[in-house]
């Protein structure tokens, strides 16, 4: 048999196996989350992050590369306990918060639900 078939099931296999694993590390984040209890605690925005990556993406013509920056907004939250809570959140979430803003903040887990005036 040529090479060529070997190459090409071994870079097959390697594919789902890197594929297979990261969805795997996504559920068990999700699964994980879901079994945690929904917080709702007094709290107030301590410091916003707009963490921005680069993702260079090749051109559909096969010639050339582009960049694609990705944003991820992340709101650093002090609890009415001392503890520090930093969620993840929407773009709308992130440009409506001002640092120093307090509210009721509803978690669980790594996932933000809500910031909302009780």
Not at 79 to 94: C, F, H, P
């Amino acid at each position: 048999m040529d090479p060529a078939i070997y190459m090409g099931i071994a870079f097959g296999i390697g594919f789902v196996l890197i594929f297979g694993f990261g969805v795997f590390l996504v559920l068990r984040r999700w699964l994980s989350d879901r079994r945690l209890p929904c917080i709702s605690v007094p709290a107030n925005v301590q410091e916003k992050e707009d963490e921005v990556h680069k993702v260079r993406r090749r051109n559909a013509s096969g010639v050339g590369s582009s960049l694609k920056s990705i944003h991820y907004y992340y709101v650093t939250f002090a609890l009415e306990n001392g503890d520090a809570a930093r969620l993840l959140v929407s773009k709308r979430i992130y440009d409506g918060l001002k640092k120093g803003k307090s509210a009721t903040l509803t978690y669980r887990g790594s996932k933000f639900i809500s910031f909302e005036k009780k």
